[in-house]
């Protein structure tokens, strides 16, 4: 019968993520360059330039109180999960996913190959999970490690537990496939999972493939889904912060050329007095 951790709540480390507010962060995921890089090219297509893919994830865990049916090791029921941003099926990018629970547990390595990829257990202490992608062959040979605290507990225990409201702990973070391949770009075109650029003028790919919306609409349908935090605006203030950062810079470069302009024209004043 699995146990959870080994530490009890009351003297685990804070976790990670605390509070209403979710934390927001871009990883940016970039290929090999070696000898496999070749034989990636041969059979994916070249790589497209200068170009990002974004792919919005939420990670991280949903826990209820048993209740009457609490035991001393088996308090809570909980589910730890990766998804997309607003539940899209996110196996067009990933291919499978690896949950790396406390070693107390039978089988403290759980290997996930399709969606949704979560992950329900019973237990009554809180511990770090390490959540690993693998993507598909030609989306990114490296694998992408996450880091979640799982919680059971909510931060205010000055009230009495409830069985009926879980506690959710999420983290929203946006991949970025730099220079993708051909095969990769021409598949996720339609795919509401992928936010994709407009390709340079003059570069024609195969047509995208028509994505079953039934596929891709099974996680959207998920039990727990209520309890999911809203991320839709996620991925707009990431670009909102990228547009302003790309204003400031071009306030500060043309605050440079005003200085150097107004430089030249005090150099030149006293010539125009004479």
């Not at 990002?52 to 826990?63: F, H, M």
């Not at 067009?92 to 039978?106: A, D, G, I, P």
Request: proline residues 8%; charged residues 25%; contains cysteine.
């Amino acid at each position: 019968m699995p146990q959870s951790s080994s530490t009890k709540k009351h003297v685990q480390e804070p976790p990670d993520v605390t509070g209403p507010n979710p934390k927001s962060q871009r990883t940016k995921m970039v290929k090999s360059s070696d000898d496999s890089d070749k034989k990636f090219v041969q059979n994916t297509g070249k790589k497209l330039k200068e170009l990002e893919v974004g792919v919005p994830i939420v990670y991280g865990n949903i826990a209820f109180w048993l209740g009457k049916k609490a035991s001393e090791f088996q308090s809570h029921k909980w589910t730890v999960y990766v998804r997309g941003a607003t539940n899209e099926d996110l196996s067009v990018v990933v291919k499978r996913v690896v949950f790396q629970l406390h070693s107390s547990f039978n089988n403290p390595t759980r290997v996930v190959d399709g969606p949704p990829f979560e992950l329900s257990e019973c237990g009554w202490g809180e511990f770090e999970i390490v959540i690993t992608l693998h993507f598909h062959t030609d989306v990114c040979d490296k694998p992408l490690h996450l880091y979640h605290h799982l919680k059971l507990y909510p931060e205010d225990e000055s009230g009495p537990l409830s069985t009926k409201k879980p506690v959710v702990v999420e983290s929203y973070d946006e991949i970025v496939l730099a220079e993708p391949s051909e095969a990769f770009f021409a598949r996720v075109q339609n795919h509401p999972a992928v936010s994709v650029p407009r390709l340079p003028p003059g570069l024609n790919l195969p047509p995208p493939e028509d994505v079953d919306r039934r596929k891709r609409s099974d996680s959207k349908d998920h039990p727990l889904s209520q309890w999911f935090t809203n991320f839709s605006e996620a991925d707009e203030l990431l670009k909102l912060t990228a547009a302003r950062q790309q204003v400031q810079g071009h306030i500060a470069r043309l605050r440079r050329q005003l200085s150097l302009i107004e430089g030249q024209h005090q150099q030149l004043k006293p010539a125009d007095d004479l």
